[in-house]
């Protein structure tokens, strides 16, 4: 028999004061920043979502606990993570507005995903509208600075959100967006933990791990890394104390992140499902698949800026990474939002490869299967209509890949190349079309 997760029962503290506001409470925030905060036991977090009520729900019922399980080669272990303090649904907004005008907290760290950060016409019910909204009311109460922290995996993801709240505050008073100039201060950072989202069996396997009966445990690995770039007004938790390194440029880091573990990621999320993969660790034993990774981290090598030692000791580490059986990483949750994804991840290496005359296959293959999947699969991406429409229809392949970069699109030797991929990838997989 398990024992219903609270803090109580788990003997755990009582809820530290809450510092910390998160908007986008999900598998991430649990597995990464909720554990650097925990080491610093003054920090509490408020954490949001504004589209899944039953998580903070189950959250709150469980007084903010919930079991991290890492798994990794060896045995499984399982922690319980105290870091959050109140969990609530986005639908309590008098609640997200006190604790944005709170002068208590001092910095709000964001998941909303990629597409979260984009702009379309009215911005009220997104991330973004909200936020604004938040440092509103902050502006009238107290006028207190703020940092916020980004921890989506964005190419210069500070400066992104800056620029989307400035524009979207081009309509409001001089004085308040003079204030968001002079007094929120947004910082840049790089994270990276491979955290796929919880199966029914996790919840299982983590009650047999704790003892305890737990809705909402995440699992995740060994390995955890977060930098960042960029000042905290009122101060923040010690985040050092838990690894985590504050360094003036993220530049290198960014790259070597985005191209390498999330470019690998996209490529295997479109070209494995069309070779029969259902899962990161799956694909990567499958033999084209492994060779088309490799092939990728070449490619990318040529063009990132950080010494070829780091980028294959860093290579040698994601294949350990990418083949534990201990987190199953599924394809096609990895596959959501590839029009927000392969622009910063495998476009700037398949630009620099084609003005040096190259066709490099891995990139190829990434469009390609980006293709397929358009086609036949079902495709979660803030641009699906258009992008499912523009796959279907005759000379495909030029007109998805314009919906992206028109100067690649007019390039007629890689609209051949990936037109034929496509049909490498079917025959690869056995299929004809
Ligand atoms: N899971 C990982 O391994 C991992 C690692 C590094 C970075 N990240 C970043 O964290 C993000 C979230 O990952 P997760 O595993 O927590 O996913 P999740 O599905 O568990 O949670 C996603 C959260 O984002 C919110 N959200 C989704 N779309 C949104 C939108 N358009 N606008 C505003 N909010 C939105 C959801 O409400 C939810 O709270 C990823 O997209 C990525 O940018 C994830
Ligand atoms: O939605 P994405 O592509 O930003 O993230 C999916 C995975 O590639 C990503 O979550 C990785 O697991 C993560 O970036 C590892 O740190």
Not at 258 to 282: I, K, M, R, S
Not at 316 to 344: C, E, T, Y
Request: net charge negative.
């Amino acid at each position: 028999m398990t024992t219903r997760l609270t803090r109580a029962a788990a003997h755990a503290r009582p809820p530290a004061p809450v510092r910390a506001v998160h908007l986008g409470l999900g598998a991430f925030h649990r597995a990464h920043q909720a554990v650097y905060t925990m080491a610093d036991p003054d920090w509490g977090i408020a954490a949001y979502t504004f589209r899944n009520t039953e998580l903070p729900r189950t959250l709150a019922e469980q007084d903010g606990l919930y079991s991290l399980q890492v798994r990794g080669e060896g045995e499984p272990r399982a922690e319980i993570v105290d870091a959050i303090s109140r969990a609530h649904p986005g639908s309590e907004t008098d609640q997200w507005l006190a604790d944005l005008a709170s002068p208590d907290v001092t910095l709000l760290t964001l998941t909303i995903t990629e597409a979260g950060y984009r702009l379309s016409g009215d911005q009220d019910g997104t991330a973004i509208g909200r936020v604004l909204a938040g440092l509103r009311g902050r502006h009238r109460a107290s006028g207190a600075p703020i940092a916020l922290v980004p921890c989506d995996n964005l190419p210069g993801n500070g400066g992104v959100l800056r620029e989307a709240i400035r524009t979207a505050a081009a309509g409001e008073a001089p004085d308040f967006r003079s204030w968001i100039e002079d007094h929120v201060s947004f910082v840049d950072t790089v994270v990276d933990r491979i955290t796929p989202a919880t199966t029914e069996q996790d919840v299982t396997a983590t009650a047999r791990l704790t003892g305890f009966e737990d809705r909402a445990p995440v699992v995740t690995e060994p390995f955890s890394e977060w930098l960042l770039a960029g000042d905290f007004p009122l101060g923040r938790p010690a985040w050092e104390n838990s690894g985590a390194r504050f360094v003036d440029d993220l530049a290198a880091y960014e790259q070597r992140k985005l191209w390498f573990l999330n470019g690998a990621h996209t490529l295997l999320a479109y070209a494995g499902p069309a070779l029969g993969c259902a899962t990161v660790d799956e694909a990567v034993r499958h033999p084209v698949l492994a060779r088309l990774t490799a092939s990728w981290w070449d490619v990318a090598s040529r063009h990132a800026s950080l010494p070829e030692e780091d980028l294959a000791d860093y290579r040698q580490r994601l294949r350990q990474r990418f083949s534990s059986r201990g987190v199953r990483h599924n394809l096609l949750q990895i596959a959501a939002d590839g029009s927000q994804k392969i622009p910063a991840r495998i476009l700037p290496v398949l630009r620099a490869e084609r003005a040096a005359q190259r066709m490099p296959d891995a990139p190829v293959a990434a469009l390609a299967g980006w293709l397929i999947h358009l086609r036949d699969r079902p495709v979660s991406d803030p641009r699906a209509d258009e992008l499912v429409s523009l796959a279907h229809s005759a000379d495909a392949p030029r007109r998805v890949l314009s919906a992206l970069d028109v100067t690649l699109a007019n390039d007629r030797e890689l609209v051949s190349a990936v037109e034929d991929y496509v049909e490498h990838l079917r025959l690869s997989a056995g299929r004809t079309v």
